[in-house]
DNA sequence: AACTTGTCCTGTCATGCCGTCAGCTTACCG
DNA sequence: CGGTAAGCTGACGGCATGACAGGACAAGTT
């Protein structure tokens, strides 16, 4: 699918030079995930990887060129989020049951991919075209087949709500409570009361109704 | 209230020292928003506001300092948000105009200081305690007097849901919608379409009912 | 084994930003 | 007018960036 690696200079990368590559990405992925994103520098990457800052400008034009590649390797894992929503019921307990699961496989994927995943955000903030591709690419893996769940569940209400509205605030929410679990404690919500009260707000968008005890 | 304004090493800055600095300010306030944060460079504050980098120096530690300087200051700024729902009412159609007014006046004061909020969550994510705590001071001019409507409104209702993660919910909402609009847009919700949304959703978490027409 | 070819890595260099300091200029005050 | 503190900057060592040429290395060829 996807032509070969190669350097900045066009080579072809061999055996060797891919090991390199993908030791570099390494170290990267581990120093954003213990400094700030403004304080990573290409020199810092390369010793962790032990060898030159002159390696590293081999293989990507800068930091952000790298980290472009450990988020569009992200992305294509989350494709696996689908799973979460397409196919499943929301009637009934079953349909509740569907919300939790939904609700935590979405905050492990984060969690998994914290530290990239600020980078990404920050990057389609401010307008980076290639970084809000990216993003969009994780939320539609969910925000698709939700948004198909909620018109499915919706005939039987009423149609004055959009249910691309409904499901993308709902993503939104549930990339934004992964991002800052903090702030959930810190308003005295207990990091084990979180996921139900997610699973809630979920449910209640789609299904349009209080669950079933 | 506040002390005296001082420089680095410990001058007490008199008139024309607080203009540079000010100058300084809103010079670093511009770049940050036309460059990305990773790319702001204490020269080219310094060259925008006409002076020299070792006067940046002199005010500030670094560039990180001078966004908190800013970013203190827009907090202040946040209190006037508490207007927004302190002492409204959430009965019937006066309480969907609150509830419009709260999107309305919430996404004015986010995207008028989007820049540096973009910085502010950041650095929260990041685990910056003083990011956080600027985050938490914005957010909470809005969550608390939120999380009092809640629970004032649910006890007509059922009192299984917690009032502050709910509010915290809505919070959360409205900041992620407001710092990426233009993931709604490209879920194909329209810019004028959104507001609605997000106000139906907040008037859903407080009143508990879907609002009259 | 010498040769060839192409990959892979690094030493080195010019450039530019960082962060500090000494010292010059300016403003204020008695 | 002289003293004092504020205000600013030139200059500097240090470090990151990014480019390049050339050496090391692996693998196949004759």
Redesign the pocket.
């Known amino acids: 699918m996807t032509g070969q690696v190669r350097?900045?200079?066009g080579?072809?990368?061999?055996?060797?030079?891919?090991?390199?590559?993908q030791k570099l990405l390494d170290c990267l992925r581990e120093m954003l995930s213990t400094s700030p994103y403004r304080d990573?520098?290409?020199?810092?990457v390369?010793r962790m990887a032990?060898?030159?800052?002159?390696?590293f400008?081999?293989?990507f034009?800068?930091?952000e060129g790298a980290v472009l590649e450990i988020a569009e390797e992200m992305a294509e894992d989350s494709a696996g989020l689908k799973e979460l929503v397409d196919g499943k019921s929301w009637a009934g307990k079953t349909g509740y049951a569907t919300s939790e699961d939904l609700v935590d496989g979405f905050l492990a994927f984060w969690r998994k991919n914290d530290a990239i995943l600020r980078v990404v955000t920050l990057g389609a903030a401010e307008g980076d075209k290639r970084f809000f591709k990216i993003r969009m690419k994780v939320l539609n893996s969910v925000a698709g087949p939700l948004s198909e769940a909620v018109k499915a569940n919706q005939g039987k209400t009423d149609k004055s709500v959009d249910p691309a509205a409904v499901a993308g605030a709902l993503i939104s929410l549930l990339a934004s409570a992964a991002e800052h679990q903090k702030a959930f404690t810190s308003w005295g919500v207990k990091v084990k009361d979180l996921k139900p009260n997610l699973a809630l707000q979920v449910y209640l968008g789609v299904a349009g109704k209080k669950p079933p005890k």
């Open positions: 350097t900045v200079d080579r072809v990368a061999g055996r060797r030079g891919q090991e390199t590559r990573v520098k290409v020199i810092d390369a032990g060898t030159s800052p002159a390696t400008y081999q293989y034009p800068d930091v």
